[in-house]
């Protein structure tokens, strides 16, 4: 009996449905599209399925379940990895970003797009914002965050990573670091974060401007690093881009408008009238003029970052130098819904100055500048020498090291672990500075990229290199008549 008046409702809902269709499919509204008429059926049909369910579900359901539930579908039906729902926590740690503090770890960090067997899609952490839980406990930029309270985060998206992350003040989260091939534990207690999107500081007669994210503040904060270079007498700037993951549009377009007099910055184009855009640089905000300027990006230099450093490159107001970025080239528009979620999906795609969109091809740069990798035989010395601890023990019997004590301690560490030089100093001096805060803004030891930045930017042939760079667009045609 149970299962006849079962049918029959069934029966009557998909009657409902067909009736539904026609209604629609013989409305008199001749002015109605085609388009508008299935839109309103398939909301029809929806909203009787949502009812349908409410009423003839074996259990109860809860109404926001089905409510959470429709949205993630039809965003994923997209087949977006950028077009997505998100709840409270995410949400919320979307609108922290862009304002620049939240309540978490203190981790700058970022995740591929799509995960393989080959490789997973780890979260990799840039930086430690300094003065934090994250960087108290010792992880540093270019670690993996392989798990989070035991979940592989290479199955879940950075929306759940950062939900994850973040969280009340006073809680705690443990997460297990992949450093090279050596993985340990590390529980961190979360604590009000104020992230510094802009670092900066001298570098001899060299400006140099760490840009970690792109949010409201940013572009003030890089105003006053160029007021304050210009009283110290710059006579070059270096703009590193290297793992930032990017953030909002208008801020990548206020600093960019600080170093072109005119033309584009970027254009936005997409089916949508109203999201088609195109981003002009006015001369009164240009206030760097006949100064070298280099640019570092890298792999996990994306969107909002390149929408700068292609601006600065076919505008040649900058040289590039470092590897391939990332290549996320499409515009996301963030909105919220009812309890405190919401969801951000791609309307449109977004322009070089030269007419070239990089989504999923990236930013070459104009000299590729790459960071030595590890032999196999390095890669075991590497592990072998994290696992025995020797250099905390060390550093901990010897607090405060100078230079020079750091790169004799290096020379012991050479006679039992093949490694660069440069390397083991750089262990060392990270153990050695952990307690230290603020954290060293650059390691020219270490920091190869930023070294060739550095030769380029006081080069005598600067000005030839830069008339010489090609634009995207020039870059682009190249590629096209290789392949």
């Not at 855009?277 to 905000?285: G, H, I, R």
């Not at 470092?322 to 999906?345: E, M």
């Not at 560490?413 to 093949?418: A, E, I, R, W």
């Amino acid at each position: 009996m149970k299962i006849r008046k079962f049918f029959d409702s069934l029966s009557v809902f998909i009657l409902v449905s067909i009736i539904t269709s026609q209604c629609f499919a013989q409305s008199p509204a001749a002015s109605q599209k085609k388009e508008e008429i299935e839109n309103r059926k398939y909301l029809e049909v929806i909203n009787s399925l949502y009812y349908y369910i409410q009423q003839n579900y074996v259990d109860d359901v809860d109404p926001q379940l089905l409510y959470e539930g429709a949205i993630k579908g039809m965003l994923q039906a997209l087949d977006d990895p950028y077009s997505a729902y998100m709840g409270k926590s995410d949400w919320r740690s979307l609108t922290d970003t862009t304002v620049g503090s939240f309540g978490g770890v203190g981790l700058s960090i970022t995740k591929p797009a799509q995960s393989t067997k080959e490789k997973p899609a780890y979260v990799r952490v840039a930086a430690p914002i300094d003065n934090s839980p994250g960087a108290r406990a010792g992880i540093q930029s270019g670690d993996f965050i392989v798990k989070i309270d035991g979940v592989d985060t290479s199955t879940i998206s950075m929306e759940e990573v950062l939900g994850m992350l973040r969280g009340t003040v006073g809680e705690s989260v443990t997460v297990r670091i992949r450093r090279s091939t050596v993985e340990f534990d590390k529980t961190l207690v979360r604590a009000v974060i104020e992230n510094p999107t802009v670092k900066y500081g001298m570098i001899n007669s060299t400006g140099y401007i760490l840009l970690t994210e792109f949010s409201t503040a940013t572009a003030g904060r890089v105003q006053e690093a160029i007021d304050s270079f210009k009283k110290a007498g710059y006579t070059g700037l270096i703009i590193d881009l290297r793992n930032n993951g990017g953030g909002l549009l208008s801020s990548a377009v206020d600093i960019a408008d600080k170093f072109i007099d005119e033309g584009v910055i970027v254009s936005t184009k997409s089916r949508i009238e109203y999201e088609n855009a195109t981003f002009y640089a006015e001369k009164k905000d240009t206030v760097v003029r006949n100064i070298p300027v280099v640019v570092l990006v890298n792999e996990a230099s994306a969107s909002a970052s390149e929408i700068l450093a292609g601006a600065l490159k076919d505008s040649k107001k900058a040289y590039l130098v470092g590897t391939k970025t990332y290549g996320k080239g499409s515009v996301q528009v963030p909105t919220g819904l009812i309890n405190n979620d919401g969801f951000k999906i791609t309307v449109a795609k977004y322009y070089s100055p030269s007419d070239v969109n990089i989504d999923k091809v990236g930013i070459l740069p104009d000299e590729e500048v790459k960071s030595p990798e590890f032999t196999k035989e390095e890669e075991e010395a590497f592990k072998k020498l994290l696992e025995s601890s020797e250099i905390e023990k060390y550093v901990a019997a010897h607090p405060k090291m100078t230079e020079q004590e750091i790169a004799s301690y290096a020379k012991q560490l050479k006679s039992k672990y093949n490694l660069e030089d440069r390397i083991l100093r750089k262990l060392v001096r990270n153990e050695n500075e952990l307690s230290m805060q603020p954290s060293r803004l650059y390691d020219l030891d270490y920091d190869l990229q930023l070294k060739r930045a550095l030769e380029i930017v006081k080069s005598p042939v600067f000005d030839k290199l830069i008339k010489n760079s090609k634009t995207l667009k020039q870059q682009s045609e190249e590629n096209s008549v290789k392949k």
